[in-house]
């Protein structure tokens, strides 16, 4: 018969002057935390982490903004576009730049890339800024991700034929191999080129042969300012986390130059990125001229600011959040111009 009483024992083998000792233990232990700005760690992953990981800002410029520009090169060329089919290429690479991050999130966490004693942000590795116990959902999103981006694709092969295909297959490659367990290009000094090819270059082209019919390989060039958002995120990246990457075995592209000729490297496309642009809208789009100036104008703290930020550990949050606002007003200032063309061109034939 269980005992009843002030001396009563617990389920658990505690008396009820232990457990109260304990619990009081564990409220003294959580004030501290919030005292020092410290967590407790999470058993599994939540809303936020989640989002966290996914990363909508970073997807919006790597992903979304390069489909976008390639529907609206093909709506100049060809007056209609899908809507249908339309979707489908603006989800695709959306889902598939979705899967990479939650893959590279999970993979630097398992690996011990990413500890809550490294991290400089919540965002820069919430599985380890919260300790997750849990880390594997992420793995499985990450696959569900990218089997979603797949299924869509199997889609726009049948609608569009063998090149999309192509285009296609080699963009998944580099994505699967991005941050993959065996082979991951992210360790290399060639993660910076491919990844702002593959997202910023054959995003728009793969939109833009399947919506027209034809290859085009203008849309490349057309397509640069896109690719030196995401090279210059990964290169400001790796730039400002060398020390980490040394110690996880990471051999990126900073890591062969040095710190003082990476940071050269990236201010001299930073010359390059917003010239091109200019002389890219000028040439192509030039009615769109007024909004490019616009757009350069709002971002012109983030622009003087991805030259002035120094890229070290210490100052990666500055210098993130320049590049950040100079990435968003640049691609957005550029797809908008493109847009003003395409209206202009409209009306003018419309009169």
Known sequence: MKQ?????????GRSDCDAAAQDRSDISGKALSRETGRHEPLRRITLKVFMDMVTPGAVLLSALNPAILGVLISFQQDGRVPPLLTLFLLLIPTAANCAVNLLNDYYDYIG???????????????????????????????????????????????????????????GAVITATYSGRWISTSHMPVGEL??????????????????????DWIVLWKSVPMMLVVSQFMLENNTCDMERDAAAGR??????????????????????????LIVLVAVYFP???????????????????????TRTRENKIPATLALAEMAFWVSEGYLASVAVQIAVQWIRHSA
Not at 194 to 212: D, H, Q
Not at 257 to 269: F, P, S, Y
Not at 288 to 309: C, D, H, Q, S, Y
Request: net charge neutral.
């Open 112 to 170: 011990g890339n990413d500890t809550a004693e490294n991290i400089v942000a919540e965002a820069e590795g919430p599985l380890a800024y919260h300790e997750v116990e849990d880390p594997a959902p992420a793995l499985y999103y990450g696959i569900a991700f990218f089997a979603a981006a797949c299924l869509m694709g199997v889609y726009v092969v049948y609608r569009c034929g063998p090149i999309p295909a192509a285009i296609g297959i080699f």
């Open 4 to 12: 009843v009483g002030p001396r009563a024992e617990r389920q658990d």
């Open 287 to 309: 009615f769109g001229l007024p909004v490019l100036a616009a757009a350069l104008w709002m971002g012109r703290k983030g622009i003087t600011g991805m030259f002035r930020e």
């Open 194 to 215: 491919l990844s702002g090819f593959t997202m910023g270059g054959l995003i728009p082209l793969a939109v833009y042969v399947s919506l027209t019919g034809r290859p």
């Open 251 to 276: 051999r990126t592209l900073p890591m062969f130059l040095g710190r003082g000729k990476a940071e050269a490297l990236a201010r001299v496309l930073g010359v390059f990125w917003l010239g091109q």
